[in-house]
T-cell receptor, first 116, second 111 residues
Framework: GAVVSQHPSWVICKSGTSVKIECRSL??????MFWYRQFPKQSLMLMAT?????????EQGVEKDKFLINHASLTLSTLTVTSAHPEDSSFYIC????????????FGPGTRLLVL | GQSLEQPSEVTAVEGAIVQINCTYQ??????LSWYQQHDGGAPTFLSY????GLEETGRFSSFLSRSDSYGYLLLQELQMKDSASYFC????????????FGSGTRLQVQP
């Protein structure tokens, strides 16, 4: 099956720093990638939709200047958490879909962010 | 908007059968999906129903009734490794393939 990787898997940073998370589709071209956030014992919440070569679409309540998304190629999307604060500590998960009509979303293994 | 409801917790014993229900409200419907997530891991796709009826994949089956806005995931011959959270999900009502997830059902399988 299709594989999506994320890097890093774990990151601990100081408050005020920026953190970049990479999401890669390893064996297929992902026209669209999605970024989700999951707090402990809660569900996954969509943050933004990332389309290759165009601006990301952010969900209501998600600050686009704080969560910068870049989808520079069909296999790579990045999420940068700028000026991270402790409340940004969460599990960030990307997913990717390939061709239109393909229903399955393939999720990356997630990145656990801890902001001190 | 989209909303999905599912029970928060279910407990069952090894070898048993368990059913996890999901009711949904959507502005547009493009099918119901089920995902499994183990603690600390990412969701993995289990099944997808676009049409009414039962879809079977090994020990797991999923059912959909569009007229009732209802579906369920059926897990048979439960194993300890099935202890996980299970999420139902629907696509965004605009047709985007982003998913809206239910709150998740934590399944605890006991020996």
């Amino acid at each position: 099956g299709a594989v999506v990787s994320q890097h890093p898997s774990w990151v601990i940073c100081k408050s005020g720093t920026s953190v970049k998370i990479e999401c890669r589709s390893l064996d297929f071209q992902a026209t669209t990638m999605f970024w989700y956030r999951q707090f402990p014992k809660q569900s996954l919440m969509l943050m933004a939709t990332s389309n290759e070569g165009s601006k990301a679409t952010y969900e209501q309540g998600v600050e686009k200047d704080k969560f910068l998304i870049n989808h520079a190629s069909l296999t790579l999307s990045t999420l940068t958490v700028t000026s991270a604060h402790p409340e940004d500590s969460s599990f960030y998960i990307c997913s990717a879909t390939g061709f239109s009509g393909q229903e399955t979303q393939y999720f990356g293994p997630g990145t656990r962010l801890l902001v001190l | 908007g989209q909303s999905l409801e599912q029970p928060s917790e279910v407990t069952a014993v090894e070898g048993a059968i368990v059913q996890i229900n999901c009711t949904y409200q959507t502005s547009g419907f493009y099918g119901l999906s089920w995902y499994q997530q183990h603690d600390g891991g990412a969701p993995t796709f289990l099944s997808y129903n676009a049409l009414d009826g039962l879809e079977e994949t090994g020990r797991f089956s999923s059912f959909l009734s569009r007229s009732d806005s209802y579906g369920y995931l059926l897990l048979q011959e439960l194993q300890m490794k099935d202890s996980a959270s299970y999420f139902c999900a629907v696509r965004d009502g605009t047709g985007r393939r982003a998913l809206t997830f239910g709150s998740g059902t934590r399944l605890q399988v006991q020996p």
